[in-house]
T-cell receptor, first 112, second 112 residues
């Protein structure tokens, strides 16, 4: 899962398995969260978002779970593919509505 | 529809030199952002602009200035570059409603 600091956590999974990437957030009043994917040498790209009035949101092969009690988010990727190899970030807003803090990221390696 | 574009893609500077990183978006977004990303780290917000003519400091503004030239363009200036500013710089934009940020491809800056 994600952590603050200089070391990028890495998750290695076998192609076809499910992946779970975790993120702890800091502000219990945060109303909205976003997951981004960053492939090597590229800018981050939106994957899925969730509002704080929801516990779960599903997209295509991805599901985000929100546990407000422990201030925890997870991103689940079903049937992980080599193209899913990337760094994944969660983002939570500042008190300013449109400014976001990004976590330090988790690197996902998919083994063929 | 190019999305968010950044120039240059790569730049090498000597300590004390100045330069301006350019960013433009064609999505009619109100909000624009500059981030830096150091190796193995997440994104840190340098400056933010909610609309044309307004700018706001982020987490790491020291050593940088910005200009929101018009709705499309948001530039980042390093007046006197330092080795600590060696990083990858990303520009992003978002609209007020969706809050999802669209990122450019990044500028890789090395300060010797």
């Amino acid at each position: 899962g994600e952590s603050v600091g200089l070391h990028l956590p890495t998750l290695s999974v076998q192609e076809g398995d499910n992946s779970i990437i975790n993120c702890a957030y800091s502000n219990s009043a945060s109303d909205y969260f976003i997951w981004y994917k960053q492939e090597s040498g590229k800018g981050p790209q939106f994957i899925i978002d969730i509002r704080s009035n929801m516990d779960k949101r599903q997209g295509q092969r991805v599901t985000v779970l929100l546990n407000k009690t422990v201030k925890h988010l997870s991103l689940q990727i079903a049937a992980t593919q080599p193209g899913d190899s990337a760094v994944y970030f969660c983002a939570e807003p500042y008190t300013n509505f449109n400014k976001f803090y990004f976590g330090s990221g988790t690197k996902l390696n998919v083994k063929p | 529809n190019a999305g968010v574009t950044q120039t240059p893609k790569f730049q090498v500077l000597k300590t004390g030199q100045s330069m301006t990183l350019q960013c433009a978006q064609d999505m009619n977004h109100n909000s624009m952002y500059w981030y830096r990303q150091d190796p193995g780290m997440g994104l840190r917000l340098i400056y933010y602009s909610a609309s044309e003519g307004t700018t706001d400091k982020g987490e790491v503004p020291n050593g940088y200035n910005v200009s929101r030239l018009n709705k499309r363009e948001f530039s980042l200036r390093l007046e006197s570059a330092a080795p600590s500013q060696t990083s990858v710089y990303f520009c992003a934009s978002s609209n007020t409603i969706r809050r999802e940020q669209f990122f450019g491809p990044g500028t890789r800056l090395t300060v010797l």
